[in-house]
């Protein structure tokens, strides 16, 4: 088993998480996962950064495949015998103008971002070393849905104690409530991707406040970011950050020194903790 420290971003292989892994090859002190669902891609973007001099290392990963996160986990368990830092970047967003029937987008959008998400921690966040770093990538979106929900849906996302189960309880309903078109009449906002994102926000600040009960002395870090506005297939042309500057905040939690004991369980953009 190797005592050297492995960080692991998922959807690494372009954008934001491929800015990420790049940057974490030059200041992360040991191996860098570059996962993608499919390995030729994976592989074509492992040499890429090499061309740079960089040393970063494949692994397989389609995040909507239990299996998949299982064999991860496993493999990450034997030859580490866990996990330093994870980014869970992986996530999708339908274009504004597709024209996708909404309760299809709200389906397949929260599939991937917020219950892939959680298998992933629910996989992973126990193999978690102390003094570990999670950081999971959100968005400003989440907080723009989040105030547009009803009254109601505002204090059960704002709750401080709100559980898992809840939540996950919430997000089903939402894509049901699409499903039978009453979604807006039920308080939700008329955002697949905004939801989906207040999901993974909310789980991050379930998942810092069961670390503080469960593994207090670990000191481990896990914060929600939103990277702003980036040029990606994702954001398109127009956006107003590269890759790089939009990597900076899941970076720079990703690499919190071991001697600070914040932020955890905020909610982080342009490296500032922001009110949710």
């Given amino acids: 088993m190797s005592n050297v420290p492995v960080a692991v971003v998922t959807g690494s292989n372009k954008g934001i998480g491929f800015a990420i892994v790049q940057a974490l090859c030059k200041q992360f002190p040991g191996d860098v996962y570059l996962t993608a669902r499919d390995p030729s891609r994976g592989q074509e ?21 239990l299996q998949s996160i299982r064999a991860l986990r496993d493999f990450l368990k034997e ?30 959008t929260l599939k991937t971002n917020f ?20 950081v999971n990538v959100s968005s400003m979106v989440s907080r723009l849905a989040l105030g547009r929900c009803s009254q109601e849906l505002q204090q059960k996302f704002r709750s401080d104690t709100i559980t898992e189960d809840e939540l996950v309880e919430l997000m089903t309903k939402f894509v049901e409530d699409t499903k039978k078109n009453v979604h807006e009449k039920e308080g939700w906002p008329n955002t697949a991707y905004g939801v989906s994102k207040i999901g993974v926000t909310v789980l991050s600040r379930i998942q810092a406040r069961m670390l503080n009960e469960k593994r207090k002395g670990d000191h481990i870090l896990l914060n929600a970011c939103c990277p702003g506005w980036v040029r990606t297939d994702m954001a398109g042309p127009q956006a107003t950050k590269s890759p790089d500057e939009g990597a900076e905040t899941p970076v720079y939690l990703a690499l919190l020194p071991s001697d600070v004991d914040s932020p955890h369980g905020q909610f982080v953009s342009d490296k500032t903790v922001q009110p949710w």
């Fill in 79 to 108: 030859k580490y015998g866990g996990l330093n830092v994870l980014v869970n970047n992986a996530g999708i967003a339908f274009k504004v103008h597709d024209t996708t029937p909404f309760a299809v987008q709200a389906e397949v």
């Fill in 115 to 134: 219950f892939a998400t959680r298998n992933i921690c629910t996989e992973l966040l126990p193999l978690m070393k102390p003094y570990g770093k999670v």
């Fill in 45 to 65: 973007a492992v040499a890429k950064l090499q061309k740079e001099g960089l040393h970063p290392l494949f692994h397989q990963l389609d995040i909507d495949d």
